[in-house]
């Protein structure tokens, strides 16, 4: 089930879609936010100064689409929202910062917000047996390389905690969650969620980028979990690239079963 036929199915559609980390407007959420059977009030956040230029370029005609250039972090998010005067319900929430995801999802859901259809970026390389997640630092960027986000577990936890259910995992990298105030089905298992979605989906193959760090799904978790923190706290080799990335403090992430 794509995201277009969940907002369909929303009994009380408010028509407001968020779009954090919206880059230049490729995401799901931003072709739903451009119909407006779909969304009467939009709200795209984009750190990139350039890249939130050529989306106010975009939206131009439709004044009913917010552009906020800046990068939001869990100290300014809640502010964010009631500046744009964001319900606590809106009909679609979109994320993708590749950094401390979680945290942000975490504050999010901690001042009462509960978007009725999440779309969230994961990183899909950690085994879903293992909890890791990058926490946030106010001066974390994402270096280009494996080092972002949050594990399928991890993730899964916290909305689960949050009542919301995992339905799919589009292009492999992404979650597809709705809360169950909207639609409560029952939840698959997230290793067989990861399995169909991801490691025997076509689309595995061409990740190119990560055929450095495959075998993390073939270990045994434990000696996954070595081998994880072992990556990223030395010198390591960024996606698919010849060149290194600059080693992580230890204390710069969570990595356990």
Same mark, same amino acid.
């Given at each position: 089930?794509?995201?277009?036929? $969940?907002?369909?199915?929303?009994?009380?559609?408010?028509?407001?879609?968020?779009?954090?980390? /919206?880059?230049?407007?490729?995401?799901?959420?931003?072709?739903?936010?451009?119909?407006?059977?779909?969304?009467?009030?939009? *709200?795209?956040?984009?750190?990139?100064? +350039?890249? +939130?230029?050529?989306?106010? /370029?975009?939206?131009?005609?439709?004044?009913?689409?917010?552009?906020?250039?800046?990068?939001?972090?869990?100290?300014?998010?809640?502010?964010?929202?009631?500046? !744009?005067?964001?319900?606590?319900?809106?009909?679609? !929430?979109?994320? =993708?910062?590749?950094?401390?995801? $979680?945290?942000?999802?975490?504050?999010?859901?901690?001042?009462?917000?509960?978007?009725?259809?999440?779309?969230?970026?994961?990183?899909?390389?950690?085994?879903?047996?293992?909890?890791? &997640?990058?926490? !946030?630092?106010? &001066?974390?960027?994402?270096?280009?390389?494996?080092?972002?986000?949050?594990?399928?577990?991890?993730?899964?936890?916290?909305?689960? /905690?949050?009542?919301?259910?995992?339905?799919?995992?589009?292009?492999?990298?992404?979650? *597809?969650?709705?809360?169950?105030?909207?639609?409560?089905?029952?939840?698959?298992?997230? =290793?067989?969620?990861?399995?169909?979605?991801?490691?025997? +989906?076509?689309?595995?193959?061409?990740?190119?980028?990560?055929?450095?760090?495959?075998?993390?799904?073939?270990?045994?978790? &434990?000696? +996954?979990?070595?081998?994880?923190?072992?990556?990223?706290?030395?010198?390591?080799?960024?996606?698919?690239?010849?060149?290194?990335?600059?080693?992580?403090?230890?204390?710069?992430?969570?990595?356990?079963?």
């Amino acid at each position: 089930m794509n995201i277009e036929t $969940l907002v369909q199915l929303i009994p009380n559609k408010n028509k407001v879609v968020i779009d954090v980390g /919206a880059s230049v407007g490729a995401s799901p959420a931003f072709t739903l936010m451009n119909n407006p059977n779909y969304c009467s009030k939009g *709200l795209c956040v984009e750190g990139a100064k +350039a890249n +939130a230029d050529k989306l106010k /370029a975009k939206v131009q005609d439709k004044p009913y689409i917010d552009v906020h250039n800046g990068m939001i972090t869990p100290d300014n998010v809640i502010s964010l929202f009631e500046q !744009y005067n964001i319900p606590l319900d809106p009909d679609v !929430y979109k994320q =993708d910062i590749d950094g401390y995801d $979680l945290t942000l999802l975490r504050t999010i859901f901690a001042a009462g917000y509960r978007p009725k259809i999440l779309f969230v970026e994961y990183n899909e390389k950690i085994p879903p047996s293992i909890k890791f &997640e990058v926490k !946030y630092e106010p &001066e974390h960027f994402w270096d280009g390389s494996h080092f972002f986000g949050f594990s399928l577990r991890s993730g899964y936890e916290v909305f689960k /905690a949050n009542d919301y259910v995992i339905l799919a995992l589009p292009d492999g990298n992404n979650i *597809l969650a709705v809360h169950t105030s909207f639609m409560n089905i029952a939840q698959l298992p997230i =290793d067989e969620l990861y399995r169909k979605f991801y490691l025997h +989906a076509p689309q595995f193959w061409w990740y190119g980028w990560n055929q450095d760090i495959r075998h993390w799904n073939n270990l045994a978790p &434990e000696q +996954a979990v070595d081998d994880i923190i072992n990556y990223f706290t030395s010198d390591r080799k960024m996606r698919g690239q010849t060149d290194l990335g600059v080693p992580i403090k230890r204390e710069a992430f969570v990595c356990e079963l």
